[in-house]
């Protein structure tokens, strides 16, 4: 299906979204009461650092981020690399608060920001007819990453040092990264784009969007109301992931073992869902993405048996392998791939941003006596409130021709 290039730039895609679980919080949500022990910090401090961290790191990404689209992305994948195994190397270095930001702050920027904005940019510009499956095959490195690295982590952590994990997490980046990014995209351009045999020109009429226009367009934000609430949601779920299991009275390493329901669901709708949005168009999906977050919701609410984490994990696998390959196939198909970088970098941001509100929030309500159901309320309200507006304007996320 692949010629050698496309399959070169998949598996680019592929190992990049792998790597960047290190920055992601479900990873570094498994380091959360290590630290806090160390720290002698609250949930709520650390949900304050952690917030604060990403939001600055969200910031930073908007005017870093479009440089992929000037850069040849051979040479950006390498300052990415770079920029990750020197974090990874810090974030074992934590013995303050300010030390813990600035490690947060460059783990979310460099890992769960740039690696996964390097690998889905470059596959929404190469692809066209096959952009909505080489998409899922890429972030199916981030699935393998969220089934192994879970329950790895909590076997590790009880024989090593979480600061030596760290240290060898860095040498791992450094000694493998380059070489492979090296052999994939050496012969990656920026107009390098996917043959085929059928002369297919369905996107080239598409108008071709500047970030500036996008940003005054209604339709972004709807959209982005509904992209958005699977990052901040489920981010306050891997983040307090010990605040849930004390809460329902599980046992304490119930939501990672439970991870592994989140990622075989993840991936079954990933390799589903690229099939379906090359065939009816992400924007015909779209409403439909976060359906099973919204009955997660109710799960927590209405159950307390430890069996129902994999039901609500599984639930918020589903969407969250929708909004993978939503999140960045929309977007191209919307506003088209000339300016998909700077593009990606503003939607990667506010993704950023929103994990960061997530935290703040699931912290903050934390602090102030709310369980878990009352909080999983809360979240029912603001998903099913963001899908009957995205319903709203469904007839109208046609793309404008030039």
Known sequence: MFKSLSLKVIVFGFIFTFFSSFGQSFFLGLFNPSIRDVLSITHGQFGTIYASATLCSSLLLIWVGKKIDDINVLKFAFYVTILLSFS?????????????????????????????????????????????????????????????????????????????????????????????????????????????????????????????????????????????????????????????????????????????????CSVVTLLLSGFLIDKYTSRKLLVYMNLPLLLSTFVIIFFDSSFTSFIFLGLIGISNGLANVLGSSTWAEIYGVKYIGSIKALTTALMVFSTAFGTALFGLLIDKGFNIEKIAIVSAIYIFSSIILLYSIRNKLNPDFS
Request: net charge positive; aromatic share 16%; hydrophobic share 50%.
């Open 88 to 264: 990874c190397l810090l974030f074992s270095k934590i013995s303050s608060v300010i030390f813990l930001f600035i490690a947060i702050f460059l783990m979310r920027f460099s890992g769960q920001g740039m690696m996964s904005h390097t690998a889905t940019t470059t596959i929404s510009r190469y692809f066209t007819r096959s952009r909505g499956k080489a998409l899922s095959a890429g972030w199916f490195g981030l699935s393998v990453a969220e089934f192994i690295l879970p329950v790895l982590i909590v076997y590790l952590l009880t024989i090593y040092l979480w600061q030596n994990i760290w240290i060898s997490i860095s040498i791992l980046v450094i000694l493998f990264l380059p070489l492979a990014s090296f052999f994939l995209v050496k012969d990656l351009n920026l107009d390098s784009r996917e043959k085929s045999e059928a002369n297919d020109n369905r996107e080239s009429d598409i108008k071709q969007w500047k970030r500036l226009e996008v940003i005054k367009d209604y339709r972004f934000y709807v959209i982005c109301s509904n992209m958005l609430a699977m990052p901040w949601i489920a981010t306050g779920v891997f983040v307090y992931q010990s605040f849930i299991t004390s809460s329902k009275g599980w046992g304490e390493y119930t939501i990672a073992q439970s991870f592994m329901a989140y990622s075989i």
